[in-house]
């Protein structure tokens, strides 16, 4: 039996002016406002698209090595993770460390902010001490992460001071129902007494912060 193709109109003439606008919208505008906006007006149905600009990297001048030896932390920090030996991973950061995970990637502090993770060295414990609970049910029997490391790229590299950007992708298996996490990492880093790189501040930009979850995040990401 033959099918009859359909011809999808093309743009005319009086369609083309609103190809150059930032939100196309076909219809009588003089009605007003429709479906979201006419409840909220201040609603937007789309921001024009601006690239966000990326830091500086430093594009191996800091040294083969160093970078070497940035990249076999952040794997370690993985590993760890994924093999549930928190204390460990605590041992990574300084004294001072501080692992945070702000709400909205535009967070510059977190003081008069929420955050979805804002913990110190004694925060840390105290989660520790709660998902090795014997009665921790987010620790239950066939409940694991996988996490994948990449995109390492010094931004600046001195005496005292190392920052590193990375990306993460986090899965998360519980029982029979995955999750998925990722997004970008933002270390600074410093030497300890020992002469091996400590975490001072760990930022985690979550690029799905805002999306709902059956469950909240149990252990840190």
Request: glycine share 6%; charged share 25%.
């Amino acid at each position: 039996m033959a099918t009859q193709a359909k011809t999808i109109p093309s743009a005319g003439p009086d369609m083309a002016h609103l190809l150059d606008q930032d939100v196309v919208i076909a219809g009588d505008t003089d009605r007003g406002p429709t479906g979201a906006q006419a409840i909220e007006p201040t609603h937007s149905p789309r921001t024009p698209h601006r690239g966000r600009e990326l830091p500086v990297a430093l594009l191996g001048s800091a040294g083969a090595d160093l970078q070497r030896e940035v990249e076999q932390l952040l794997f370690r920090q993985a590993e760890l993770l994924d093999a549930k030996q928190w204390q460990a991973w605590m041992d990574l950061f300084a004294d001072d460390g501080i692992y945070w995970m702000p709400a909205r990637a535009e967070q510059t502090e977190w003081e008069s902010s929420p955050s979805i993770f804002i913990e110190d060295k004694p925060m840390m414990e105290i989660r520790k001490g709660r998902v090795t609970h014997p009665n921790a049910w987010s620790q239950a029997p066939l409940w694991e992460t996988n996490h994948l490391v990449s995109h390492v790229a010094l931004e600046e590299a001195g005496q005292d001071r190392i920052v590193v950007r990375s990306r993460f992708h986090m899965m998360e298996l519980r029982r029979d129902s995955i999750r998925h996490f990722g997004g970008r990492y933002r270390h600074t880093l410093r030497r300890g007494a020992d002469g091996q790189l400590k975490i001072q501040l760990q930022r985690v930009d979550l690029f799905n912060a805002q999306a709902p979850f059956d469950y909240v995040i149990q252990i840190w990401v």
